[in-house]
């Protein structure tokens, strides 16, 4: 039983770090999200004056995948080291 505990200590600590990498890139698409919406939001009036509505969407719709891509990879580590 302890010779199993110490032999998996090295798999936990690279799951570990694996996790960290993951969760980094992770927060990082959620502030660009974040930024380009606040962005969008400040200068709505100049958006729409200018018809930028279709653009502004469309960006902020790949932003959100990349978003959810790298949500659905962080789960997906939790779900294996849990």
Known sequence: GLAIMIAFVP?????????????????KKSDS???????????????KLYGWEEPSIKRLETVRKEEIKALRKAM???????
Request: charged letters at 30%; a positive charge.
């Open 76 to 82: 997906t580590i939790r779900a294996v080291t849990v």
């Open 11 to 27: 798999v936990t600590f690279w799951f570990g770090k694996l996790q960290l990498r993951v969760h980094r890139k992770k927060m």
């Open 33 to 47: 999200r974040l930024k380009y919406v606040k962005e969008v939001l400040q200068g709505i009036k100049i958006i």
